[in-house]
C-alpha cells in the first residue's frame, strides 16, 4: 500500500483522535470552571467597583455643578442687588447735591440781601450824618454870607436857623428839578 492509501484506509486527518477531543473538552472545562469560579467573580467585582467610582464620580460632579449654579445665581443676585444699591446711592447723592444747592443758593440770596440791607442802612445814616454836617457847614457860612449882605449881625440863633432852614429847603427844591449830570 502506498502511503495515500495508507491515510485514506485510516481515519481523516482533518478529524482529531477520540482521545484527544476527550482530553480537550475535560482541560475546556476544567479551565471554564477555573474561570467562572475565581476569575470571573473577580473580573465582575472589579468593573462593579470601577462602576460605583464612576457613578460616584458622575454624583459629585453633578453635585459640584448645582453648587456652582448655585453660587452663580447668588453672585448674580448680590451683583443685581449692589448694582440697585449703587444706583439708589447715586440717586440720593444727587438729591443731596441739589439740596445743598439749593440751600446754599437760599444761604447767598439771604446773605446779600441782608448785605445790600446793611449798606442801605449805612448809607441812609452817612447819609444822615452828611446832612447834618451840611446843615451845620451851610448854616455856619449862609449866617456869615447873610450878615455880609444885610450888613448887620444874624448872632440871634432863632433868625440864623430860620435861615438856614430856608437856604437848605431851596437847595433842595433846585437839586431836584435839575436832572443830575452822568447818571
Known amino acids: 500500500m502506498t ?38 467573580p473577580a473580573f465582575n467585582k472589579t468593573l462593579d467597583e470601577r462602576a460605583e467610582r464612576i457613578q460616584g464620580g458622575i454624583e459629585k460632579a453633578e453635585k459640584v455643578q448645582a453648587e456652582a449654579d448655585e453660587a452663580l445665581a447668588e453672585y448674580q443676585k448680590q451683583l443685581a442687588d449692589g448694582r440697585a444699591e449703587a444706583a439708589r446711592l447715586r440717586a440720593e447723592a444727587q438729591e443731596e447735591g441739589a439740596q445743598i444747592i439749593a440751600n446754599m443758593k437760599t444761604q447767598a440770596h439771604a446773605e446779600s440781601e441782608r448785605i445790600v440791607a446793611q449798606a442801605q442802612t449805612q448809607i441812609e445814616a452817612e447819609r444822615q450824618s452828611a446832612m447834618v454836617q451840611l446843615r451845620s457847614e451851610v448854616g455856619t457860612l449862609a449866617t456869615d454870607l447873610a450878615s455880609r449882605i444885610v450888613g448887620e449881625s444874624l448872632t440871634d440863633d432863632q433868625r440864623s436857623a430860620n435861615v438856614v432852614d430856608r437856604f437848605i429847603s431851596d437847595l433842595e427844591s433846585q437839586s431836584s428839578a435839575q436832572p443830575v449830570k452822568g447818571a
Do not use: G, Q, R, T
Request: aromatic share 16%.
Open 3 to 40: 502511503p495515500v492509501h495508507i491515510l485514506a484506509a485510516s481515519e481523516n486527518p482533518l478529524l482529531p483522535a477520540w482521545y484527544d477531543i476527550i482530553w480537550s473538552a475535560i482541560c475546556l472545562l476544567i479551565v471554564f470552571l477555573v474561570v467562572w469560579k475565581y476569575v470571573l
